[in-house]
């Protein structure tokens, strides 16, 4: 292996994460957390909602508020999660009823929403956890990765570094190209469809249909498992096995995981074998990485 060859190897990086967390899922996160720790795995992303569908303000659960702080301690990263994850009734035509309604089974919250609505909320949810709970947040990921332009206009304009997305992370302020250990530019699902390999110094790639790929957007193929029906869930494991080998050369691939895969023995099985599988020739990684190092946090503790 040549020198340059190693030092793209030791830049790629897993980011775990678990979505959903909220104090009636903090029993699966701690089954997670010890999963991870058996694997060696120091450093995770943990998707807080403010207020599971309605419920009252995490923070005002001062055990789990607590927890929390120690665990961003530790090392993990908090990453604000929508606000109620739960939609208002969603419109417009056939295929977007069916997003809203299939897809994220009623929860794709900022799918729709308008930049004013997305402020409140997002400031709301900033308030009840990085101020409430006491953690430093970087970042928002969207319900089942589902962003409406107003939403990312919100993010934007509230100073928020970067949202995921499905199959990339964007990061959303100016200066944050040049990213902490990640290549600018590097798109391996370019390289897939190109077939030319990715290269550190490549400031843009061309996507599928061949149109530029802006620099901000960092290709992060993600390995997610289908848990609502028993067909989706044997599938889901031979997909995330099929999926993690496609992408095996992007600089970041990631692995979510919600808390209803743990009521599965064979999906948590699985969960365990792809983090295992996944982790040779990257580091374990949060996505406050691919920021440039020393980039402050929104707000509460640091
Ligand atoms: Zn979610």
Redesign the pocket.
Known sequence: MSLHAQAVATDRKLIVSF??LHPGSRAQCERFLAMLRGLGVARATL?VVPRWHGASPCNEDLEFAAWLRGLAAEGHEICL??YL?RADAVTGNAVQRAMGRHYTAG?GEFYQIDQAEAAIRLREGLRIVAEGCGVPVWGFTA?AWLLSEGGRAALVALGFHYTTRWGQVELLQPGQELGNGVPSGDCSQASMASGVESSPDRVQARSYDGTQIPARRIPAPTLVWSTRAAWRRVCSRGWVRLWGALKRRSTVLRVAVHPVDFAYPSIEASVRAAIARNLRGRAAACYRDLLPAGTPPLGGAT
């Open positions: 979505h959903d998707l999660h929508a994850h929860e319900p």
